[in-house]
Nanobody
Framework: QVQLVESGGGLVQAGGSLRLSCAAS????????MGWFHQAPGKEREFVAA????????YYADSVKGRFTISRDNAENTVYLQMNNLKPEDTAVYYC?????????????????WGQGTQVTVSS
C-alpha cells in the first residue's frame, strides 16, 4: 500500500501560480501511475492530469492544457502539479491518486489510493 499526502494549496489571485505536492510513503511511488483530480462544491470529482510510472508520458484535461504541468520525482517519492495562469473556475479541492499497473486513466474509479486533498481557491 501507499499513503499519499497533498500540500501546497492556498488562496491565489487569478493569473497566479501554485505548486501542489503529493508525498508518498509506504510503497515507493515509482510502482504507480499517478493522477491529480479536483472536486468543486456540488460537483463530481474530475480528472486534471496523469503521469505514467516512469514519467515518460503525461495527460491533461482540456481545461488545463498549457497551464498545468504534472511531474514526478521518484527518488523523492513525490508527484507535483504546477498550476499557472490560474482561473476562478480552478477553485476546488485537489487530490492526488495512485493507480497500480501500467498505463493511465482519467477515471477516478480506477485509482486505488487517494490523499486527503488540498484546497485551492482562486479569486477574481
Amino acid at each position: 500500500q501507499v499513503q499519499l499526502v497533498e500540500s501546497g494549496g492556498g488562496l491565489v489571485q487569478a493569473g497566479g501560480s501554485l505548486r501542489l505536492s503529493c508525498a508518498a510513503s509506504g510503497r515507493t511511488v515509482s510502482s504507480y501511475s499517478m493522477g491529480w483530480f479536483h472536486q468543486a462544491p456540488g460537483k463530481e470529482r474530475e480528472f486534471v492530469a496523469a503521469i505514467t510510472r516512469s514519467g515518460g508520458n503525461t495527460y491533461y484535461a482540456d481545461s488545463v492544457k498549457g497551464r498545468f504541468t504534472i511531474s514526478r520525482d521518484n527518488a523523492e517519492n513525490t508527484v507535483y502539479l504546477q498550476m499557472n495562469n490560474l482561473k476562478p473556475e480552478d477553485t476546488a479541492v485537489y487530490y492526488c491518486a495512485a493507480k497500480g499497473g501500467s498505463g493511465w486513466s482519467r477515471s477516478s474509479g480506477i485509482y486505488s489510493y487517494w490523499g486527503q486533498g488540498t484546497q485551492v481557491t482562486v479569486s477574481s
